[in-house]
């Protein structure tokens, strides 16, 4: 069983920068591979990024240089640095763990960037 929590989202102006936060309980945080998604109104959920357990990133190419996944194994936490935000990444992102037989999801955290 794996719970986890987003935090960190709020309104920016364009041009500005959110860092988002997913806290995992249990202890096999470190065996799982992590992402993060997002969703608009009447949109379908897009994967942001992916993160491995090793530490190796992917990115969808609309993310490519403004967003940067992390994570930190030793609190169990994964991040997502977002800078140079625009109206168009307004959306509510949710943080996805990998499990072998089912995937976890957060309650997500919402974003907003308006001027």
């Known amino acids: 069983q794996v719970q986890l929590v987003e935090s960190g989202g709020g309104l920016v102006q364009p041009g500005g920068s959110l860092r988002l936060s997913c806290a995992a309980s249990?202890?096999?945080?470190?065996?799982?591979?992590m992402a993060w998604y997002r969703q608009a109104p009447g949109k379908e959920r897009d994967l942001v990024a992916t993160i491995t357990q090793g530490g190796s990133t992917y990115y969808a190419d609309a993310m490519k240089g403004r967003f940067t996944i992390s994570r930190d194994n030793a609190k169990n936490t994964v991040y997502l640095q977002m800078n140079s935000l625009q109206p168009e990444d307004t959306a509510v992102y949710y943080c996805?763990?990998?499990?072998?037989?089912?995937?976890?999801w957060g309650q997500g955290t919402q974003v907003t960037v308006s001027s």
């Open positions: 996805n763990a990998h499990a072998p037989l089912v995937m976890y």
């Open positions: 249990g202890s096999i945080f470190k065996s799982l591979r």
